[in-house]
């Protein structure tokens, strides 16, 4: 499978990594392909490249948006809305405005980011998934107490089963489906949640683990 991640941080050097372990060919999107020449080197596999945010996402037969959550659809403006067309568009993104220091939530009920993406691209497939945990734990889940759940929103259950059976590959214990794209609110204050927590235990390589009786 051809992927384009659009991000050249922390976030989409881990998924891009991640998705080459698994076989895909990925093409990383940045505004400065200078910044990711090291990455590519250390790598090196044949199957990873870099380019524009245009490139990544023509590239791409799915997308994944690991930028800022409040810059998410001016990279879509910058690669192109049709380059999104029919695809499955895997979010990563959080609503976290950071501007005064420490994150603050920079979304609501009924307009959470993902429906914002969705909106911005009404012919794509957006599946907001990932984003509960920092980007370690996305495609490395196993932990000392055990292995973690991943959830899911999104309107399409063809883009969701995809996303869902990545989460199984990278060794997640579960991808729950919470709905469509408008759940993904919950799935922000999960985020947030997770930073709360961080923040104040000075922890940061946890994650949500779902308990049936």
């Given at each position: 499978?051809?992927?384009?991640?659009?991000?050249?941080?922390?976030?989409?050097?881990?998924?891009?990594?991640?998705?080459l372990?698994?076989?895909?060919?990925?093409?990383?999107?940045?505004?400065?392909?200078?910044?990711?020449?090291?990455?590519?080197?250390?790598?090196?596999?044949?199957?990873?490249?870099?380019?524009?945010?245009?490139?990544?996402?023509?590239?791409?037969?799915?997308?994944?948006?690991?930028?800022?959550?409040?810059?998410?659809?001016?990279?879509?403006?910058?690669?192109?809305k049709?380059?999104?067309?029919?695809?499955?568009?895997?979010?990563?993104?959080?609503?976290?405005?950071?501007?005064?220091?420490?994150?603050?939530?920079?979304?609501?009920?009924?307009?959470?980011?993902?429906?914002?993406?969705?909106?911005?691209?009404?012919?794509?497939?957006?599946?907001?998934?990932?984003?509960?945990?920092?980007c370690?734990?996305?495609?490395?889940?196993?932990?000392?107490?055990?292995?973690?759940?991943m959830?899911?929103?999104?309107?399409?259950?063809?883009?969701?089963?995809?996303?869902s059976?990545?989460?199984?590959?990278?060794?997640?214990?579960?991808?729950?489906?919470?709905?469509?794209?408008?759940?993904?609110?919950?799935?922000?204050?999960f985020?947030?949640?997770?930073?709360?927590?961080?923040?104040?235990?000075?922890?940061?390589?946890?994650?949500?683990?779902?308990?049936?009786?």
């Open positions: 499978m051809r992927i384009g991640v659009q991000g050249s941080g922390q976030v989409g050097q881990t998924l891009a990594a991640g998705l372990r698994l076989g895909h060919e990925v093409k990383v999107g940045t505004r400065d392909t200078a910044k990711l020449a090291e990455w590519l080197r250390k790598t090196g596999n044949p199957k990873a490249s870099i380019g524009s945010f245009r490139e990544a996402a023509g590239f791409g037969d799915i997308v994944v948006l690991a930028v800022h959550g409040v810059a998410a659809t001016s990279a879509i403006d910058l690669a192109g049709e380059n999104f067309k029919n695809k499955i568009v895997m979010d990563v993104t959080n609503p976290l405005d950071v501007s005064q220091g420490a994150p603050r939530f920079a979304s609501t009920l009924g307009n959470s980011l993902g429906q914002q993406i969705q909106h911005h691209i009404p012919e794509a497939r957006v599946v907001k998934a990932f984003n509960i945990v920092n370690y734990i996305m495609v490395n889940p196993r932990m000392q107490d055990g292995t973690p759940d959830f899911i929103a999104g309107n399409d259950k063809e883009a969701k089963k995809w996303v059976d990545l989460a199984l590959a990278w060794g997640w214990n579960s991808c729950n489906d919470l709905g469509g794209i408008e759940e993904s609110y919950w799935l922000e204050t985020a947030m949640l997770w930073i709360k927590f961080g923040a104040v235990n000075n922890h940061w390589t946890h994650a949500f683990k779902l308990l049936k009786k």
